[in-house]
């Protein structure tokens, strides 16, 4: 295709500046660029193009000079710019896709600008093309990659953004509202942290490296209360200086997953009763104890804590006094100890507290104490009120060259001598005590051995009637037939009793031999009267205890009439107070009686005696034996005698003890005066003799 020009007559009277000349101008300009270009006049004709626009064919090739370029543009959008253009002098651009002989097609970016005249018309439009097909496709590339990044943020609400560390501008991606929302900032990038979250996420700033990404999981700083967590990846990006000039964060909101997570550890590291810390929680918490313990010599403390009596609850008010008991224990402990330290319930009532960052064993047993303040208080439940105590063994790392993980056996021990000494107390840690434990421990297997081996037998001490002077019947005493120690006498062995599973062995086997026993002397005619068989707390928690006595009975053939059952007050007004009165009401209904021993070592009183079926009390030795106690000696057979139970004095030893004792209207007698417990063999050759 030809570049001819199409020649404008030139004004008269305008020198070199008419448009005809300007118009010539143009022309020639056009015709002689390094570039493509054309030329278009008011009538949309072509008057001139470039040898580039030629070779590259920017116009269709049956279109030649001077016809009206609109038939070019196939996009009536282009017709109309291009008028627009003509008219107005409104410049416009557009891409196309040229194909040149017959090769791969090519972009070409196309610009059209207005010359105009003094008076504002349109003299011409001047048209330049240039091949961008190299950069249209990286253009293009990168609004795809763009329009990917923005779905892929948009498809995971996910947010960007950036904040310009040298003018304080902020962008966001737009692509999550609602966490833009709050993960924008007006000074500082912390102030969305919340501040529970705020030190830790500070920490973890300042130790952050420029050109690094690093890892935050915080809550959101929000106004209206609702907790949001989210996950952030930043990094601060270098500048030619090597100087931090943007900071950059990615946001995702992890709340779901952040509960989700929550909820599982619920399950593998909280006690679903209490809320409170599980064993395994602990377990990881003592471990970061030692180690600290060890890198820095941090001096921590381990406290261990149990219920007393707390199986006795839960079988007489029920179990759901039980977990309010726990429940209402386990915000005692949050009221007694700082907020930073381990709280954990072990389970069953068992609970265990870790304390850091102490200075003395003082820093230890305040809280302690303030616990047992605490404990001193009623807890309501179900219209009830009950008071509770525990047991408490605390243990102190101090020794740095000591092995901190003997700790836990540590406060166990100490816990084992809290209850020794009586329960409701709380007991330090000392060496010595390890001996004794490993002593307990083994008198327990002994005892077990012993049990299996049938060494425990019964002696019988005989109950003297003052009134008759005549033997009323006998007391049933456990004895340990020891092959290397000999008769060995219940105070040997009393861990024994105060653990609840030879508690209850014993108790068994006692009162089976006991009713063998009398089968065997009434089988040979022997006038025993009545024996007295001890029975522990562990055997009423049953709650069958009247049934199974009787169902003994019968099947040994032994009346009613025979047996005295003997609880201490401790028991009769305990943990099983109530389980207690309606089996021995049962028993007393049956025609066995009932003794209450030991009465004065305890806590009961007598007028809580009135609520319950007693035929004997019994007054313990200690009070017999000790002259400055006539007093109290005097008063119980006064009333006792007044509610119609009859009193029997335990541990006379002399004729003095035993005059006093008739002088103030005593109706029994037990101890050494009259004979020490025998074994069965010898009680009828005794009850032949007495009164001779």
Not at 16 to 43: I, K
Not at 170 to 197: A, G, M, Q
Not at 229 to 252: H, I, M, Q, T, Y
Request: aromatic share 8%.
């Amino acid at each position: 295709m030809t570049s001819t020009a199409v020649r404008h007559p030139v004004s008269a009277g305008r020198g070199d500046q008419s448009p005809g000349f300007q118009m010539e101008a143009f022309e020639t300009f056009v015709r002689h660029a390094p570039f493509a270009a054309a030329l278009l006049d008011d009538a949309f004709r072509l008057t001139a193009v470039s040898a580039g626009w030629t070779d590259h064919a920017l116009t269709p090739q049956d279109m030649g000079i001077g016809d009206d370029f609109r038939r070019a543009l196939l996009s009536p959008e282009d017709v109309g710019s291009l008028e627009r253009c003509v008219a107005f002098g409104e410049p416009f651009s557009r891409y196309r896709s040229i194909a040149v002989n017959g090769g791969e097609p090519r972009i070409w970016r196309t610009e059209f600008a207005a010359t105009r005249l003094e008076g504002g018309r349109t003299q011409a439009v001047v048209i330049t093309a240039r091949d961008v097909s190299g950069f249209a496709a990286t253009a293009l590339k990168a609004e795809r990659d763009q329009q990917r990044l923005k779905m892929a943020l948009e498809l995971d609400d996910l947010m960007v953004r950036e904040y310009d560390l040298k003018t304080g501008e902020v962008y966001c991606s737009n692509t999550s509202p609602e966490l833009e929302r709050w993960c924008t900032f007006k000074i500082d990038p912390l102030e969305i942290v919340h501040p529970d979250d705020l030190e830790r996420v500070a920490e973890l700033v300042r130790n952050r490296k420029d050109g690094e990404a690093q890892v935050f999981e915080f809550r959101l700083n929000r106004d209206d209360g609702v907790e949001t967590w989210v996950r952030s990846v930043g990094k601060k990006f270098l500048g030619a200086d090597g100087k931090p000039e943007r900071l950059v964060n990615l946001f995702k909101d992890i709340t779901d997953r952040r509960r989700a997570t929550e909820a599982v550890e619920t399950l593998a590291f909280k006690d679903p009763l209490t809320g409170l810390p599980n064993r395994a929680y602990f377990q990881r918490k003592f471990q970061e104890a030692v180690d600290a313990s060890e890198l820095v010599g941090e001096l921590f403390g381990l406290i261990m804590i149990d219920v007393d009596h707390f199986k006795d609850i839960n079988d007489t008010l029920g179990h759901d006094a039980g977990d309010a008991l726990l429940k209402r224990l386990s915000e005692m402990l949050h009221a007694a100890f700082r907020a930073g330290d381990t709280v954990a319930r072990l389970g069953g009532d068992e609970f265990a507290v870790i304390l850091r960052g102490l200075h003395s064993e003082a820093d230890m047993m305040r809280p302690v104490a303030a616990l047992q303040e605490l404990l001193r208080r009623p807890i309501e439940h179900a219209g009830r009120s009950f008071s509770v105590s525990a047991s408490i063994g605390a243990a102190l790392h101090g020794d740095l060259d000591a092995d901190p993980s003997h700790m836990i056996k540590n406060a166990d021990i100490a816990l084992y001598r809290a209850k020794d000494e009586g329960r409701n107390r709380s007991v330090v840690f000392t060496p010595a005590m390890r001996s004794s434990l490993e002593q307990r421990i083994e008198l327990l297997r002994d005892v077990r051995a012993a049990i299996t081996a049938k060494e425990f037998v019964l002696y019988y001490q005989p109950v003297i009637d003052l009134a008759s002077n005549s033997v009323a019947g006998f007391e049933a005493l456990m004895r340990w037939d020891h092959p290397e120690q000999g008769i060995l006498t219940p105070d040997r062995f009393m861990a024994a009793f105060e653990d609840q599973d030879l508690s209850l062995k014993l108790g068994d086997l006692a009162f089976e031999s006991a009713l063998k026993q009398m089968r065997d002397w009434m089988d040979q005619g022997v006038e025993f009267g009545r024996v007295a068989v001890n029975i522990s707390a562990a055997q009423f928690r049953s709650g069958r205890l009247a049934e199974e006595v009787q169902e003994r009975l019968a099947r040994w053939n032994v009346p009613c009439s025979r047996l005295t059952i003997e609880v201490t007050e401790n028991v009769y007004m305990g943990w099983g107070a109530e389980m207690v009165a309606d089996t021995v009401r049962a028993l007393h209904k049956a025609g066995v009686m009932i003794a209450l021993d030991d009465f004065g070592t305890g806590y009961a009183s007598l007028a809580n005696l009135r609520h319950f079926p007693i035929d004997r009390l019994k007054i313990d030795k200690s009070f017999v034996q000790n002259i400055e106690d006539a007093a109290i000696v005097k008063a119980v057979i006064t009333l006792g005698s007044s509610m119609g139970m009859k009193v029997v004095a335990e541990g006379v030893e002399d004729q003095a003890q035993l005059d006093a004792l008739a002088g103030y209207g005593c109706d029994q007698i037990q101890g050494y005066h009259f004979s020490r417990p025998m074994p069965a063999e010898m009680a009828p050759g005794y009850l032949e003799r007495f009164g001779t």
